[in-house]
């Protein structure tokens, strides 16, 4: 008995090593699932009237989910959708007022176009666009507290729903995707007291491919 459970123990053993280096039916499908996380150096920016102010990014978190097609052989192209929770902080310094952070949390959905060499059976760097939208699920922090922005007054309003376009580079390795974008946004945040809030900022993440 000790035997079996031995000779089970090596092959169960030798099976995971395989699934973990070897080439596999499911590592040859044109499409991956994943999950990805990161850092986020988004930002607010004033392009419009408002109270003069100068904005600044801090280190954010990115982290979501994704599904990725891909075609072709040394070139080759992928399709990539994405579902992200962002949390974006930006260090408001408003006229007599300094240091003031804003934090703004969204979901995101990314479709990126990726187009790639495969420079050897586990390493392909690629450069990347997107297009994406946004919806604003929460805001918080001394700059929105300093302009008076009460979201239970019914005469509040914010725009929450916005897109924009972003564009970066990345390399895949083995089952790693590690990737740099640079997003901005193409509508505007309006609020009361601004009229044409925007983000855009950098974005680096890592992501495990399934």
Request: net charge neutral; glycine share 8%.
């Amino acid at each position: 008995m000790n035997q079996y459970i031995e000779n089970m123990r090596k092959l169960l053993l030798t099976l995971l090593f395989m699934a973990l280096i070897g080439p596999s039916p499911a590592q040859q499908r044109p499409w991956k699932i994943g999950i990805k996380g990161g850092i986020s150096y988004i930002h607010l920016e004033n392009y419009g009237t408002g109270f003069y102010s100068d904005f600044d990014p801090k280190p954010g978190w990115t982290a979501g989910i994704l599904f990725q097609y891909s075609k072709g052989g040394f070139l080759n192209y992928a399709v990539a959708p994405e579902i992200v929770y962002t949390q974006s902080i930006t260090d408001v310094d408003l006229l007599y007022l300094t240091d003031c952070l804003s934090t703004i949390q969204t979901i995101d959905i990314p479709v990126n176009f990726k187009l790639g060499l495969q420079l050897s059976k586990i390493f392909k760097p690629y450069v990347l666009v997107n297009i994406y939208g946004s919806y604003m699920i929460e805001y918080e922090g001394d700059f929105f507290y300093a302009l008076d922005m009460d979201k239970s007054q019914p005469d509040f309003t914010m725009n929450r729903f916005y897109w924009g376009l972003s564009a970066g580079m990345g390399f895949d390795i083995w089952k790693f995707q590690v990737e740099g974008r640079y997003r901005w946004n193409m509508n505007r945040i309006r609020t009361d007291d601004f009229s044409s809030l925007k983000q855009m900022g950098l974005e680096l993440t890592c992501a495990f491919l399934f």
